[in-house]
């Protein structure tokens, strides 16, 4: 969950909605359900958000979705306070699907949305013009949560599988994109 401008809290759900294929909502912190805040279509603007939203600096939701999207892998997307909701990135097969939300960061000079895919795939998302990046490193693995940013500068995440022993990692990547495994 992640508390919105309004107080309220917004959170993904993967099977509701009109069309079943999940949604974004909004609840009252005492608990009453306030509204569906947007259904996916599981069309072209993705289906299956399972990864939660953030609220960025520029005061809009950014979430993905898992599947769906032009080319079935998923979307990174923009959800405004009024409720409309903008395509960022369309994943294909070659970069994975999203299946946990961004993590935000400022870089020293301006503010960038950072994640990992499936296949371990990273990008990076420029704010407030929304300028994705694909970068070439990839994570040694499948994302296994988000990433998290720490005091030192670096974000760190963790894969499922792969390093020596194919049972994961632990790893850290710099805002430019490199990454190195920290633990196997």
């Known amino acids: 969950l992640t508390q919105g401008l309004n107080g309220n809290l917004f959170g993904?759900?993967?099977?509701?909605g009109t069309f079943l294929t999940g949604g974004v909502f909004e609840i009252?912190?005492?608990?009453?359900?306030?509204?569906?805040f947007y259904d996916f279509d599981g069309l072209s603007d993705g289906g299956y958000p399972n990864g939660g939203v953030i609220l960025a600096s520029d005061g809009n939701f950014y979430g993905t979705s898992a599947s769906d999207g032009a080319f079935g892998y998923g979307t990174l997307y923009q959800l405004t306070p009024a409720q409309t909701q903008i395509v960022i990135h369309a994943f294909a097969s070659a970069e994975g699907a999203p299946v946990v939300a961004p993590v935000?960061?400022?870089?020293?000079?301006?503010?960038?949305?950072?994640?990992?895919?499936?296949?371990?795939?990273t990008y990076q998302l420029t704010l407030p013009k929304g300028t994705y990046k694909k970068f070439s490193s990839k994570a040694p693995g499948p994302a296994f949560g988000p990433l998290v940013e720490a005091p030192d500068g670096y974000l760190y995440g963790v894969t499922q599988t792969g390093g020596t022993h194919n049972l994961g990692t632990?790893?850290?990547?710099?805002?430019?994109?490199?990454?190195?495994?920290?633990h196997n």
């Open 170 to 182: 632990v790893f850290r990547m710099t805002t430019a994109g490199a990454i190195k495994v920290i």
């Open 28 to 36: 009252s912190r005492s608990g009453g359900l306030v509204a569906n």
């Open 104 to 121: 935000e960061v400022n870089n020293g000079t301006t503010d960038a949305l950072y994640g990992v895919t499936n296949n371990g795939t």
């Open 12 to 16: 993904t759900t993967t099977q509701t």
